[in-house]
């Protein structure tokens, strides 16, 4: 059996050695009282409740998947979700980061997003029903009416309702230009909407008395494409009045899914047979409205896969500990045993190490982003707001694909560790493989956030947001200049940042010859990108190790970080040279291939 334990000190060395946020925090006046303590305080309880409530139940979620009853078109989660789901209603944990106005706790975003990362390293299935809902809540916050905030928003926050997002269709992917779902206006205000919707999690559950669904849909006079689709709130059962369930609106489950992972989700093919909804936002502007609630799930998408990274890390290194097989290839490590620890074996370290730097890298990029949404809700400088924004919508695409293709890697890799043991289901590990791949795909495939990050977040304007990235690791290299420890860490990270500057250029001239080229080099892009933000995170945690050390703190702890640091500059860095040649490699060895799809 899998095991889980929350990793709290790398939390607080990521939020309080690193990025200092207790500091960051006090700027803002709705924090200027949170405080370290407190903080972890939070994280301890949330930590209880991720390993002892919703771990426990991985498994069996994975085993018993969702069943739905067709003549209801009700669905039962696996044994104990309802259960776990009821505990996390009474302890508060939905309203954690919600606003006060409508019950929330008002804490910092920073703080939900490591409990988050607890949920999906306990249970990544259980967790997207309360994270989805989190999303639809920030989407009405952001763009619904008042009588809508005063509807909704309290039963989300509160953790009675639950939310979803309704986007797709058996025709679209991605394209959601091509949604044929209509919305007919009524003489009430309301609109009767019609249409099928695929791939929608957490559509329809046992777990809680309402579900509020925000659907994409076309009015009557909509222009075509992706700028003739509205947004609308769409609830499983009429809302009286007095804020009382009534009757059963017309959207249901028709089917679900039957999937690789995520099993205990239920992934349903929704029907709308004319729903009641009412409009979110303005006519012909609900794309830009459900991007609130899209890019949200898109950093909570890098955090689920960043809870399996962690959790499979954990267990393949227990593992690797007390397994034995062969002798160390430099003579026996332990000769009163048959055999050695397959520790000592440098190709199972490779696998271990390459978890763990993915985890910790990605543990500081999340809680960074994390942070500049706090400042960019919060602070009262507008200019710091402002451009809080614009590093978020920056780095999202990274947090997505990155940290997504990274836990594939790790996961793998950690499954490896195992040899045939993770092959089998009784350890856990190969839930874990089967489960991150789809991290990479939904919310827009990795292709999708690579196509993101290059054509409009870089070069949309010029590479001015990049520049900006760039100059923190400007002010990191001249802050550590002369500073022979820190060398194998800056040398390479200030290379690489040079080396962007005429990279991005060489890609966008070739693109205003040939648009192609975007295509051909964005994936390697982003993995590239990727690689110079967890550089940048990496070398300052080191820097803080090193210091620590220096100071002669004898806490493993900082040993153990500078360690992983030199690991990830000497194995998994480098990596950017291959993707720089495969990126300028361009894209006709792509598109001039009739011959081979004959």
């Known amino acids: ?138 989407a009405l916050h952001a763009h619904g009416t008042d009588a809508q905030k005063a509807l909704y928003l309290p039963k989300l926050t509160s953790g009675e309702w639950t939310g979803t997002m309704c986007l797709t269709e058996p025709h679209c992917g991605t394209d959601l230009g091509l949604l044929r779902t209509k919305a007919e206006p009524q003489a009430d205000g309301t609109y009767r909407i019609t249409g099928n ?114 959790v499979a890390y954990q267990n393949a290194v227990a593992y690797a500990k007390d397994r034995i097989q062969s002798r160390s290839l430099t003579g026996a490590k332990d000769p009163s045993k048959p055999a050695d620890s397959i520790l000592v074996h440098p190709d199972v370290r490779k696998m271990l190490l390459t978890a763990r730097a993915y985890a910790e890298g990605g543990r500081a990029l999340a809680l960074h982003c994390a942070l500049l949404i706090d400042r960019e809700l919060n602070h009262p400088d507008e200019t710091v707001r402002a451009e809080s924004a614009e590093q978020v919508a920056l780095l999202t695409p990274i947090v997505k694909a990155f940290i997504t293709d990274n836990a594939w890697t790790a996961t793998s890799s950690c499954m490896q560790v195992f040899g045939g043991h993770g092959f089998i289901r009784e350890w856990g590990m190969e839930q874990y493989v089967r489960d991150a791949r789809i991290n990479m795909i939904y919310e827009g495939t990795n292709t999708i956030q690579s196509l993101d990050l290059l054509g409009r977040k870089v070069l949309g304007n010029q590479g001015a947001s990049l520049k900006k990235f760039g100059r923190h690791i400007a002010e990191l290299v001249a802050e550590t200049q002369g500073d022979e420890d820190m060398a194998e860490f800056i040398n390479p990270l200030a290379k690489l940042g040079q080396q962007m500057t005429q990279f991005t250029g060489e890609i966008g001239y070739k693109a205003m010859e040939n648009a192609d080229e975007v295509g051909a080099a964005a994936v390697d892009y982003l993995r ?63 598109m001039e291939t009739e011959a081979v799809f004959v």
């Open 1 to 138: 059996m899998p095991s889980y334990t929350p990793p709290l000190r790398d939390m607080q060395f990521v939020l309080h050695e690193v990025l200092h946020v207790t500091d960051e925090l006090k700027q803002m006046p709705k924090h200027v009282d949170m405080d370290a303590d407190t903080i972890a305080a939070v994280l301890e309880e949330g930590g209880k409740f991720a390993s002892e409530v919703i771990f426990p139940l991985n498994q069996v979620g994975d085993q018993q998947g969702c069943t739905l009853n067709r003549d209801t078109h009700e669905v039962k989660t696996p044994d104990g979700f309802k259960a776990a789901y009821d505990q996390y209603v009474q302890g508060g944990w939905p309203a954690l980061s919600a606003d006060p106005e409508y019950g929330g706790q008002g804490l910092p975003v920073v703080v939900n997003q490591c409990f988050y990362e607890m949920l999906n390293s306990a249970n990544q299935a259980w967790t997207m029903y309360p994270g989805l809902t989190h999303g639809a809540y920030e």
């Open 197 to 310: 919707k695929i791939f929608i999690s957490a559509g329809e559950h046992d777990m809680v008395s309402n579900i509020v669904h925000l659907v994409l849909a076309r009015l009557p006079d909509a222009p075509a494409g992706s700028k003739g689709i509205s947004l609308f709130v769409v609830p499983k059962f009429h809302i009286h009045a007095d804020g009382s369930v009534g009757e059963r609106n017309g959207i249901y489950c028709g089917g679900l899914e039957h999937k690789m992972g995520i099993h205990g989700n239920a992934t349903c093919q929704m029907v709308l047979d004319g729903a009641v909804g009412t409009l979110v936002g303005q006519p012909n502007k609900g794309l830009a409205a459900m991007f609130v609630m899209m890019n949200a799930a898109r950093v909570g998408v890098g955090m689920q896969s960043l809870g399996l990274t962690e």
């Open 528 to 590: 590239v990108a990727g690689h110079l933000v967890f550089g940048y995170f990496w070398a300052r945690m080191a820097q803080v190790a090193l210091q620590k050390i220096a100071e002669g703190n004898r806490d493993p702890f900082y040993q153990a970080k500078l360690q992983t640091a030199r690991f990830y500059f000497a194995k998994l860095f480098p990596e950017t040279a291959s993707l720089i040649l495969t990126a300028r490699a361009g894209s006709a060895v792509l």
